[in-house]
């Protein structure tokens, strides 16, 4: 592995992007960055941790949300200042050395900056499903509209910042069937793909 490697993950929503992330990570003895992009931006913004977390990823220029919501307008929607303090934070932390980072257009805010490895993780629907309802709780009957909510979600975010398509394969160094291989297979897969990178 180089004497810095930065591992972005971008994720399809139960498809265990986030665990593989933290086990990858753990495997190359790097530190793991997803909350801590939350809070490192909180601090920068003066945003509730909890709101940003919330709002991240609901992308609207609503000049009447932003009055709404923060009482105040500064020429920039409530979302894009969310994003601009996740910039700084993942920059901030790119800086510091290798590391591997899950979600908030880490490929893209990084792209040309630092020499990264980016990594999408999706998975078939029942994979998906399965995870949602036994890790996150989701209701079984609820699972399938939740999953492709937080996608359009993901993708629509994702679109607005980077003007690319979330999920197509010309945006990353590999794309990967979590299904297929299983959590553990994928960290193991990953790990491999990161030392010859």
Known sequence: MKEKTIITISREYGSGGRRIGEKLALALGIPYYDKAIIDMAAQKSGFDPEFIASQEQKVT???????????????E??????????CHAILEMAVQGSCVMVGRCADYI????????????????????????????????????????INRQRARHYQYYSQQVWGAAKNYHMTLDSGRFGIDG????????????
């Open 110 to 149: 990084l792209k040309g900056k630092f020499d990264c490895f980016n990594v999408f993780i999706h998975a078939d629907e029942e994979f998906c499903r399965a995870r949602a309802i036994t890790e996150y709780g989701v209701k079984p009957a609820e699972a399938a509209k939740v999953i492709e909510k």
């Open 186 to 197: 994928s960290v193991e897969i990953l790990k491999s793909m990161a030392e010859l990178f």
């Open 61 to 75: 220029g609503s000049l009447l949300f932003t009055l709404a919501t923060t009482g105040y307008y500064t020429g």
């Open 77 to 86: 929607s409530l979302h894009d200042q969310i994003f601009r303090a996740e």
